[in-house]
Every structure is written in C-alpha cells, then in structure tokens.
C-alpha cells in the first residue's frame, strides 16, 4: 500500500473502531467533512466499499471487515511503537481501553483513576462505548440505578439493587432485604483481558494501582 494511505488507513480504522464519523473527527480533533473525505478518498484508492452509511449507523463491509482484520493490529502496533520510542526510560505511553459496567465505576474507576493519571500522565485511558439492552417487565421500568432505590424507599415496590449502592439506607432500616435466598451474590470485580501475552504495559500498571488502593481500603 502507498504510504500516502497511511493517513486515511489511521482515520479509517477510528471510524470502523468508534461505529461513527462524528467520533472519529472527536478523536483527531478535525471535522466531521473531513473524515469522510479520508475514508472516501481510501475507498477510492482501493475501489472498494469499505463502510456501509446511513443516517444513524456506520457498519463494515466484508472488504471493511477484511481490512480492519489484517491492518489494524499492526498499524496499532507501530503506531504504540512511535508513542514508547519517545518515551524516557521507565515512562509508560499508550492507550488503554477499559469496558467497565457503571454500578463499579464509583468503586473501582473513580478510586485508581486520579492515582494512576498522576503516575503515568502519558496512558491514554477510555471507558467503553459498547451497551445492552435488557427487556424487563414492571410497574416502572427505567435504565437509571437510582430511581428503583428511591421508590422502594417509598414503599411503592422492590427494587433490584447493588448493595454497596444502598449500604446507608440498609444500616438505617429505610429499606431491608427480602428474597434473599433467590438473590444472586457475587465474590467481587474481575478484571479479564486475552491473555498474559497481550496484557498491555498500561494496563499493567493499572492493575498494579488498583491493587494498591484496594489493599488501602482493607
């Protein structure tokens, strides 16, 4: 491939990454116009149809899929092996992408985050953009973690809750625990990623952070 593709190769593999033009012109900090006219220009050079558009999605073609299959790894790898080069010894660069469910944000993220950016201002750290749709049935049926809590409190039904979430309003008795032994129960938070192999140095070293104040809270 000609180097001059490399450029829209990189802003073509953000779009395929992100499902969206809008956030890949977010991420390179350029416009929108712009990032469709990258990814046009690459689909023009291949003669091939790399991503399928409508007015509300982005999803791959076979050739898209295809290609972000075989170059992405290795663009993602030169790209981490230009940030290291400059890195000075012992500093940690790079991008670390976390999927986390927001009932452990206010436990695990919050916590190790102001810590770990302090000790290592040059990792890039995203949350994940991925969702879930659960079809439930219900008097009141809504997505947000506080409201059920709030109208149990109220007497208006049960709500399924994390603990931790309603530690206060258990201790004071403004709600108490019923079904207990139909109840799932969890040992804690896992982290999981592929493999010791692929397990990236900034994610290392978040674990490592993590771990620290984990021990702290003891």
Not at 89 to 117: K, N
Not at 141 to 157: F, K, Q, R, Y
Not at 206 to 217: G, I, P
Request: aromatic share 6%; charged share 20%.
């Amino acid at each position: 491939m000609k180097t001059a593709l490399l450029p829209q190769l990189q802003v073509f593999l953000a779009v395929a990454r992100l499902r969206s033009f809008t956030g890949a012109a977010r991420e390179f900090g350029v416009s929108t116009t712009a990032v469709s006219q990258s990814v046009r220009q690459l689909e023009e050079q291949l003669r091939v149809v790399l991503l399928t558009r409508t007015t509300r999605s982005v999803s791959l073609t076979d050739a898209g899929r295809r290609l972000v299959e075989g170059a992405g790894p290795g663009l993602g790898q030169a790209l981490t092996a230009l940030r290291e080069v400059s890195a000075q010894p012992g500093e940690a660069v790079g991008r670390l992408r976390l999927s986390v469910p927001r009932m452990a944000v206010p436990f695990l993220i919050t916590p190790v985050l102001p810590t770990f950016c302090a000790r290592h201002p040059r990792v890039e750290l995203e949350r994940g953009r991925r969702t879930w749709r659960v079809p439930v049935r219900g008097g009141v049926v809504t997505n947000d973690i506080h409201l059920p809590v709030s109208l149990a409190e109220e007497g208006l039904g049960l709500a399924y809750a994390f603990e931790p979430v309603v530690a206060e309003q258990l201790r004071t008795g403004r709600l108490v625990r019923v079904l207990e032994p139909y109840s799932p129960t969890v040992p804690g938070f896992f982290l999981y990623f592929p493999s010791r192999a692929q397990r990236s140095t900034p994610l290392r070293l978040f674990v490592e952070a993590a771990k620290e104040l984990a021990a702290r809270a003891v």
